[in-house]
C-alpha cells in the first residue's frame, strides 16, 4: 500500500514497533551466514499473475517447489496425502483409480460440512484423521477439529495421484536475494519514509495524517472494548548445525503426534544457498506471544464483526492484513488485499 500510494504521489510515512521492516515476512542472515525466517517459514505461491508481476518489480526469483514429509509413527510420508502415502502406510500397490477407490471407502460422508473435522474425515475417514490431522491440529491450535471452521483443514488437498508438492499454484517461487531486500526494494521511494522502534500506540495521538493505513490487530486499535480476539502465537526455535550440509529431506517435515512443536522447516531448502552447515527451526504452538495466526471459528469471527462495525466509522482509516482483517490470509492473498485497498483509496 505503501508504494502504491507513494507512486499516486502522496507522502506516506511508515512505522513499525519491530526495528525491522517486512513484518513476518523478515530474513536475515543467521550468526553463521545462513538466511533464515526469523518468524518462521515463509513460502510464496499463487496463481494470480498479477500479483506474481507485481512483486516482480521489486526482486528476481528461485523457483521453489514446496514438500513437506508427515511422520507418524517413525515413518516419514508424503503429506498431504497422496496414493504413496497411502501405498507406503498400508503396503498397498493402488493406481489413481484404486487411491480414489480407497478413500471412498474409508471416508465418513459429512453433510453438511462444517468444521474441520467434517472436512478431514468426509475426505479420508477416521485412520488418516487420527494419524496425520487430529493431533496437529490440537497442537497448533489448541482446540479440536471439530472446533475451527472447514477453512482450516481445507488448506490441505488430498490427492490420488503421486503429486507431492505442498501447493500446486501456477507461481511458486522464493524471492532470490530473500524477502528482506524484496520489501527494502519496495519501501525505496522518495515519497516513502520509514521509522521503525515506533508503536502505533504511543504516537497515535500526535500522529498528523490525512489517513492511516492500520495492520495491527484490530481488537487492539479499539482498545479491547468488546474483548479480545484469539490470536494463536508461536515460539520459533531456532538451531545452526555446524558441518552438516543436509539435515532432512525436504523443506519442511511435520510431526502431528511426537514433540512439543508441529515441523522442522530446513531453510536451505526454501533459499537454494549453499552452505557447509545448515539452519533449522521448530515452531512450538503457544497462546501467548506476538498473534501470527486469527483462529476461526464462528464465535471469533462474531467477535470480529463487530469490531469490523467499529472499523466502517473510521474513514480515514484502512485496516488491512491478517491481524486488522482476522483472516488467515497467505502471502499472494494479503498482497492482493494491499492492492486493492491501495486502488480504493486513491481511487
Ligand atoms: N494440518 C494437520 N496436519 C499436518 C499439517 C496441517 O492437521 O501435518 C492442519 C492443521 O490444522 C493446520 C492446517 O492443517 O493448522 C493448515 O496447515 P498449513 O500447513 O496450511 O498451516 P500454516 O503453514 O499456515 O501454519
Redesign the pocket.
Known amino acids: 500500500m505503501a508504494r502504491e500510494l507513494a507512486e499516486s504521489g502522496r507522502p506516506v510515512y511508515i512505522i513499525d514497533r519491530r526495528r525491522h521492516i517486512a513484518g513476518n515476512a523478515y530474513d536475515e542472515l543467521d550468526a553463521h551466514g545462513v538466511l533464515i525466517h526469523r518468524y518462521?517459514?515463509h513460502i510464496f505461491h499463487t496463481n494470480g499473475e498479477r500479483i506474481f508481476e507485481y512483486l516482480s518489480q521489486f526482486t528476481e526469483w528461485l523457483p521453489y517447489e514446496h514438500r513437506?514429509r508427515?511422520v507418524v509413527d517413525g515413518e516419514d510420508y508424503p503429506?498431504?496425502i497422496n496414493r504413496d502415502t497411502l501405498n507406503q502406510l498400508y503396503g498397498l500397490d493402488l493406481d489413481e483409480s484404486g487411491a480414489q477407490a480407497f478413500f471412498e471407502s474409508v471416508r465418513e460422508p459429512r453433510e453438511p460440512v462444517l468444521t474441520?473435522e467434517d472436512v478431514?474425515l468426509n475426505s479420508v475417514g477416521r485412520d488418516l484423521y487420527e494419524k496425520?490431522?487430529?493431533?496437529?491440529?490440537r497442537k497448533?491450535?489448541g482446540l479440536d477439529?471439530s472446533e475451527?471452521k472447514a477453512g482450516?483443514?481445507a488448506?490441505?488437498p488430498v490427492r490420488t495421484n503421486s503429486d507431492d508438492r505442498?501447493f500446486t499454484d501456477t507461481f511458486q517461487a522464493m524471492p532470490k536475494h530473500g524477502y528482506t531486500k524484496m520489501f527494502e526494494k519496495m519501501l525505496d521511494h522518495p515519497n516513502i519514509t520509514v521509522e521503525l522502534g515506533v508503536d502505533f500506540a504511543d504516537v497515535r495521538s500526535s500522529l498528523d495524517a490525512d489517513h492511516v493505513v492500520y495492520t495491527g490487530p484490530i481488537d487492539a486499535y479499539f482498545d479491547y472494548c468488546y474483548g479480545r480476539l484469539p490470536y494463536r502465537s508461536l515460539r520459533f526455535e531456532h538451531e545452526h548445525l555446524a558441518g552438516l550440509a543436509r539435515y532432512q529431506s525436504t523443506g519442511t517435515v511435520?510431526y502431528?503426534n511426537d514433540h512439543a512443536y508441529?515441523?522442522i522447516t530446513e531453510f536451505k531448502h526454501l533459499t537454494g544457498q549453499e552452505h557447509s552447515g545448515t539452519s533449522i527451526v521448530r515452531?512450538y504452538p503457544q497462546a501467548d506471544g506476538d498473534p501470527y495466526?486469527p483462529i476461526p471459528r464462528a464465535e471469533n469471527e462474531a467477535l470480529f464483526k463487530r469490531y469490523e462495525e467499529l472499523a466502517k466509522s473510521e474513514t480515514d482509516v484502512t485496516f488491512v492484513g491478517r491481524l486488522a482483517q482476522y483472516r488467515?490470509y497467505?502471502m499472494d492473498q494479503v498482497v492482493g488485499a494491499a492492492l486493492a485497498a491501495a486502488k480504493r483509496l486513491i481511487g
Open positions: 518462521g517459514p513437506v508427515g503429506f498431504p474441520s478431514v496425520f490431522f487430529l493431533n496437529y491440529t497448533q491450535w477439529p475451527l482450516v483443514a488448506r490441505i505442498y511435520n502431528p508441529t515441523r515452531e495466526y488467515y497467505n
